[in-house]
């Protein structure tokens, strides 16, 4: 199965943040369908969310799971099969995904699985254009994702540079956008990586594994490039990604970077309630750094104000800005980035980045969603 992580659009146009907020729901009982075996239900809602996002590959995708789980075989390869011409191109997670075992060794799933490696082998990617002071490095590690890495030719085997990953939102890579902070990184030590080819639409617990087991150490082979504990930075639903790999093991990040992203409890979303996700049992929580972007106009800067009350008595350490005026947006303007470079440069020193108990409104950011489309999160 392959499911979603997706942010909450809080504050947007009524028409765009209904169905956003409908397709996250169906995500959320669909993976709770899965964890409790209930493979009817998860077939039901894998209905809806078709009709919801009917050219998104993943809808189909999970149906064939919750079908193959039912032993409806017929179904199950129609329904793989309709994925796959939707785009579906991720042959290592079908192959091995346990939900479709009982249509596993069937011709017609070999032949979708074949035609699941062209989609990957077909699939475009971004070419980066030369950015002056940066070794820009293009590759596709086995197994892994396409990145793009850009490194300061300050950078040396004697003082490496730190790494940022930049976690896309969903609808598009974001990379322009990310890519622009480039310069700022450099100045304060840390190099930036991107994804060039995967699927933009959001991110799937395949592509979590793909970039920390397979891509991370192939990018950390780079000369002049130190990977280990590398800093997240997402935007919207790559912030809760970046929230969700820091929940499952804090101590493997060196920080998290966050813009419109919120501490939602997903489990109890799911249920219709709105809640502060439980802090993990990690003492790393309190050693990990968090710079946090939400706007003021944003319902999420209520879900992070309530946040850092309960996480800073529990000593996480937590830097709030909240930016007026600010929306479900790209909130990184001058004045942000700056701020950015500041806490950076603190982190990189090994320091808690003071003033991180402090939540100062600042001014107004930047506009605009790098690579969402409206609707999506």
Known sequence: MVCLAAAVHA?????????????????????????????????????????????????????????????????????LADAVRLGYGDPEHMEGDADLASVRGNRRFEELLKQAGENQAKAPFEQGKPMAGFRTIEDMPPGGLRYRLRL?????????????????????????????????????????????????AGWSEADARKLLDKTLPHVAQVEGLDARRPVLLGYSAGGQMALELWREDAGRFGGVILDAAYPIDMEQYARGKLAVMPLPQSPAVRT???????????????????????????????????????????????????LLETWLGEVAKGQLPAGASDPKPTSRGGSGAPGERAGQQ
């Open 11 to 79: 504050q947007t146009r009524p028409a765009d943040q209904e169905p956003a907020e409908q397709y996250l729901r169906l995500q959320q009982r669909l993976v709770e369908s899965f964890r409790v075996r209930r493979y009817d239900q998860a077939e039901s809602i894998a209905r809806k969310i078709i009709e919801l996002a009917p050219n998104r590959a993943e809808g189909p995708y999970n149906l064939a799971c919750a079908l193959a789980r039912q032993g409806k075989t017929d179904e199950a390869l129609a329904a």
């Open 152 to 200: 300061s030719e300050q950078a040396t085997k004697d003082k490496p540079h730190r790494l940022v990953v930049w976690l896309h939102p969903g609808g598009g890579s974001g990379n322009d956008a990310a890519e622009r902070l480039a310069p700022a990184l450099a100045r304060q030590g840390y190099a930036l990586l991107v994804l060039t080819r995967k699927s933009f």
């Open 288 to 338: 990990t750094p968090i710079f946090v972007l939400v706007g003021a106009e944003d319902d999420g800067s209520k879900l992070w104000q309530s946040a850092a009350r309960s996480w800073r008595e529990a000593q996480v350490p937590l830097t709030l800005h909240i930016v007026p005026n600010g929306r479900h947006q790209w909130l990184f303007g001058r004045e942000q980035v700056a």
